[in-house]
């Protein structure tokens, strides 16, 4: 949902756009680079790539299953108990945060408890959003992040999630950034799908501003969380067909932003993605499907590669 670390939010001043390169560029991140092609297919339309970025090498595996394996954990995502197999990503972490939990609704009390974030302090965790038909944004990201370890782990990483549904609430956002700094991951991602107004469409990445305030200091991580979001960004349009959001980010599929304890305190690369607008009932279309939501995996799961292989 749209960003706050809390539901419902207190007043705060507008985000702050901070955009790095326009849409069509965002699109030719992919589509321009030759060994970039995915199976996924490209995205709508072609445009020029920036000169101020490079062509990214292809983060395709050979193969990927069109649904997670049906072999599943005692959590009900993929079974971890095989020795991962060797491939590009070999020796890297992936933390991935499945935003929100779907028994946060149950515990209003606990989450509703205030943590610190560096800049102040803030509810440890929310509820999230839903789509008008009642399709929970935590159920959204429990099942993007688990096909995206599944994506993951076939090309040899380690990945670790801050909650599998395995707990009945949260872990609080100051919890779900120490999770990632302990397992001193190479690249975190938080999945969440927005709540906005009907019309509002499209994904936008979220970069860690720079802060320096209590215990955030993000000063070692602005410049790889920003190399990070922008490489998922571009993929994420080439993957999914999806268009950056048209309304936060200036149409650059990029928000920078300085009030997420998620991301104020984490000392490893991060960023977070919303998916879609859960609120718009084409969004909700396409993040209720399964097939899409597959693709929305692997588009992350390409970015995450570019990322880590560069």
Known sequence: MRHYDF????SRPGPRHRP?????????????????????GPGPGAGAESATRPSFPSTSPSARPATPPASTGPSGGPSSAEPLPRGPLTGRTVVIDPGHNPGNRDHTREINSQVDIGTGRKECDTTGTATDAGYAEARFTLDVSRRLRTLLEEQGAEVVLTQDGDRPYGPCVDERARIGNKEK??????????GSATG????????????NAG????????????ELGVRIAGNFVRVTGSAPSNYIGDSTGLDTRDDLGGLNLSTVPKVFIECGNMRDPKDAALLTSAGWRQKAALGVAEGIGSYLKR
């Open 20 to 40: 790095v390169f326009a849409a069509a560029a965002l699109v030719g991140v992919c589509l321009t680079a030759a060994g970039c092609a995915g199976d996924g």
């Open 185 to 194: 991951a190479d690249a975190v991602v938080s999945i969440h799908a927005d």
């Open 7 to 10: 539901v419902p939010p207190t």
């Open 200 to 211: 509002n469409r499209g994904f936008h990445v979220i970069l860690p501003a720079a802060v």
């Open 215 to 226: 215990a955030a200091d993000t000063s070692k991580i602005v410049v790889p969380s920003r």
